[in-house]
C-alpha cells in the first residue's frame, strides 16, 4: 500500500471544518443538524463529503485527524494544517446564516470565563500562589522548628498592620473599579445567579425570575476615557441573539424574539435607561428570529416575519405574519399577514409613514429562495400593497432611508450565492428602484448609517476575501462612492449608532465567520476627518447583538453570542466622558 500525503484543513470548507469539529466532539448527524438549524440529511451529506476528502473510513478516523489538526481543544495544529480556508474557498451560505450554541464542555466554559473576567482570573491565580506559600511556611516550621521568614520585614519580624477603627473598617466592594484605559476599558462585574425564568427554555446560564418590574444592580461608575468607557447594563430576564431593539418615546428600550438556547423566543423586555432595569413586557404568539420591529409614527411597532422553530431539532418555519405592539399599554394586535413568508429582509419607515418591507428568504426550507418582491404596510388602512421589484434580490444587505426620503440599498448576497457590490434606490414617490452605482467592494452583513452631512457610511461585512475592515461613503449628491480609511479590525455583523456629536461606533461582530469567533472590540468614525479611532472592549465578544442610541447620549448593547455558545443576558452601555 503506498503512503498516502497528510490531509490537510484547506481542502474542506468552512462549513465542512465546523461539522468535523462537531464530528470530533461525538455529535450524531441529527445533533449536528440541530445545532446549525440544517436538517440531519444535510448534516449527513456534509459528514460524507469531508470523509470523501480527508480518506477517513469513519467517523472516528475523521475525528481523530480532526484533532491533530487542532480542531478541538487541546490538540496542537501541525504545521502544514492552516485553520482558516483559503480565501477563493471562503464559504458563503446559500441558506440564512444563523448561529446557534454549540455543546461546551467544562474546560471550555472555564477558558471562557478566564477571558471574560482576566482580572478574577489573575487575583484567583494569585491566591493560588500566596496560599501555596504560607502552606509552605508552615510545612518548614513544624519540620524544622523554626519561625519562618517574614515575607514584610526579611528578619522575621511580623508584618505590620494597619489598625482600623470600627467606623472606618473597610468594606469590601461587591463591584470592582473600572481602571481607565487609553481608549475605553469594560467592567468585569460579577453577577449573582438567580432562579431560572419560567419561560427560559433548557438555558445553559440561570436566569431571573420573571417579575413585572425587575431590578438589577446599579450600573458601575465610569472610568474616565478619551471618549468614552464600556459599564454594565443589568442583566436580561432571557439570553438572546438575533432579535430587535426598538427605542419608544419615553426612552425605553424594547427587546422583541431572538434566538434562545435553538429556540426563537416570543418574549418581549423593556430597559428603563433611567432606572437601568429590565421588565417583563409581553409575549408574542410565536417565537421569532431574524424578523423586523420598525416604529412607525402612531408610536406602534410593526414586527414582520422572521423565522420559528421547535425546541432542538426540525428545519425552521419561515412567516408571513405580522403584529402590532403597542409600547405604552404593552398589548399586541395582529396585523395583516404579508403577501410571502420571509426572513433576513429589511424594513424601512418612509417618509410618507409607511413601512417597507423588502427582500431576504421567501417560502421556506427547501422551496426558500431570495426575493426581490417588495411590499408595503399603510397604517391608515391597515394593509398591505405591493411596491415596484428591486432590480436584484439580495439579503445581508444594508437599508438606509436618506434625507430626501429615498431608500439606500447595499449590497447583501445575490442569486449566485456571491457578495454584491451593487447598490439600489428606491422612489417612494413613483415605487421604483433605479441603481445607486457600485461599491468599491462587495461586501455582505455589513453597517451603514446616515451621517449629518447627508452622506452613507458602509463599513465592514465580508466577502471571498473574509471578514472586511474596509470603509466607504455614499454621497447621493454625486451618486458617487468614495473609500474612506478602514477600521482597525475586519468585523461583520456588527452593530452600531450615531452619537450625539455626529460620530458613529460600530460595536462587536464576527472576525473569522468560519469558525463563528466574534470580537468584543468597538471603534469610532469621525465623518469630519474620515478616521476611525478604537473604543476599548466590551466585557463579552458578540455578534447577533444590537445597539441603540440612548437619550442621554450613552449606547446600549444587547444580547448575541461569543461565536458558538449564548453569552449570559448581560447588556452593556458605552457611556461617553462628559
Known amino acids: 500500500m503506498t503512503d498516502q500525503p497528510p490531509p490537510r484543513m484547506d481542502a474542506l470548507t468552512a462549513r465542512e471544518q465546523e461539522v468535523l469539529a462537531m464530528v470530533a466532539q461525538g455529535l450524531t448527524n441529527r445533533e449536528i443538524g440541530a445545532a446549525l438549524f440544517i436538517s440531519e440529511s444535510t448534516a449527513g451529506v456534509h459528514v460524507s463529503n469531508l470523509m470523501g476528502k480527508l480518506g477517513a473510513a469513519s467517523r472516528t478516523e475523521a475525528a481523530t485527524i480532526a484533532m491533530r489538526a487542532g480542531l478541538v481543544d487541546g490538540m496542537p495544529a501541525p504545521a502544514d494544517a492552516p485553520m482558516t480556508p483559503a480565501a477563493d474557498e471562503y464559504e458563503f451560505p446559500a441558506e440564512p446564516m444563523h448561529h446557534p450554541p454549540v455543546r461546551t464542555g467544562w474546560w471550555d466554559r472555564m477558558k471562557a470565563q478566564a477571558r471574560r473576567h482576566p482580572r478574577s482570573a489573575a487575583i484567583a491565580a494569585g491566591t493560588v500562589v500566596v496560599l501555596a506559600a504560607v502552606a509552605t511556611g508552615l510545612a518548614f516550621a513544624v519540620v524544622t522548628g523554626e519561625r519562618p521568614t517574614s515575607a514584610a520585614g526579611g528578619d522575621g519580624s511580623p508584618s505590620p498592620t494597619v489598625a482600623f477603627s470600627a467606623s472606618e473598617s473597610p468594606t469590601p466592594s461587591a463591584i470592582p473599579t473600572v481602571s481607565p484605559t487609553p ?53 436580561m430576564i432571557d439570553a438572546r441573539s438575533r432579535h430587535t431593539a426598538t427605542l419608544v418615546t419615553d426612552g425605553s428600550v424594547i427587546i422583541i424574539g431572538g434566538g434562545n438556547n435553538q429556540t426563537c423566543s416570543a418574549t418581549i423586555e423593556r430597559y428603563d435607561s433611567r432606572a437601568g432595569t429590565w421588565a417583563d413586557d409581553g409575549r408574542l404568539s410565536e417565537g421569532r428570529c431574524e424578523h423586523t420591529a420598525t416604529m412607525m409614527s402612531s408610536g406602534s411597532i410593526l414586527v414582520t416575519g422572521g423565522w420559528s422553530s421547535e425546541e432542538g431539532f426540525g428545519d425552521p418555519t419561515y412567516l408571513d405574519t405580522a403584529v402590532l405592539y403597542d409600547p405604552e399599554s404593552a398589548t399586541l394586535s395582529a396585523a395583516p399577514s404579508m403577501s410571502v413568508a420571509r426572513q433576513s429582509h429589511s424594513a424601512v419607515l418612509l417618509a410618507e409613514r409607511a413601512v417597507l418591507v423588502f427582500g431576504g428568504y421567501e417560502g421556506g426550507g427547501a422551496a426558500a429562495v431570495l426575493t426581490e418582491r417588495v411590499e408595503f404596510f399603510e397604517p391608515a388602512t391597515g394593509s ?195
Open 384 to 578: 398591505w400593497a405591493a411596491a415596484g421589484n428591486m432590480i436584484a434580490p439580495r439579503y445581508g444587505n444594508t437599508a438606509t432611508v436618506l434625507d430626501a426620503g429615498t431608500v439606500l440599498v447595499a449590497g447583501g448576497i445575490g442569486e449566485r450565492g456571491s457578495p454584491l457590490a451593487t447598490a439600489e434606490l428606491y422612489e417612494p414617490a413613483n415605487r421604483t428602484w433605479t441603481s445607486a452605482g457600485t461599491m468599491t467592494t462587495p461586501r455582505f452583513r455589513a453597517t451603514a448609517v446616515l451621517l449629518p452631512d447627508g452622506r452613507v457610511l458602509v463599513a465592514g461585512g465580508a466577502n471571498e476575501d473574509g471578514e472586511l475592515a474596509s470603509a466607504e461613503t455614499y454621497d447621493p449628491d454625486t451618486g458617487e462612492w468614495t473609500e474612506v480609511q478602514p477600521m482597525h479590525t475586519g468585523r461583520a455583523s456588527a452593530s452600531g449608532a450615531l452619537l450625539t456629536n455626529g460620530q458613529f461606533l460600530a460595536v462587536g461582530g464576527v472576525t473569522r465567520g468560519a469558525f463563528m469567533i466574534a470580537t468584543s472590540t468597538a471603534e469610532r468614525f469621525d465623518p469630519d476627518t474620515g478616521t476611525w479611532t478604537p473604543e476599548g472592549s466590551m466585557e463579552y465578544a458578540r455578534i447577533g447583538h444590537t445597539t441603540t442610541a440612548l437619550a442621554d447620549g450613552s449606547l446600549l448593547v444587547v444580547g448575541g453570542s461569543e461565536g458558538g455558545t449564548f453569552a449570559e443576558p448581560i447588556t452593556e452601555r458605552w457611556v461617553p466622558r462628559r
Open 183 to 235: 481608549s475605553g476599558s469594560a467592567s468585569a462585574t460579577p453577577t449573582a445567579s438567580a432562579t431560572a425564568s419560567s419561560s427560559a427554555t433548557a438555558s445553559a446560564d440561570p436566569l431571573p425570575t420573571r417579575t413585572p418590574a425587575q431590578a438589577t444592580a446599579a450600573p458601575l461608575q465610569p472610568s474616565p476615557t478619551p471618549a468614552g468607557t464600556w459599564v454594565e447594563a443589568g442583566r
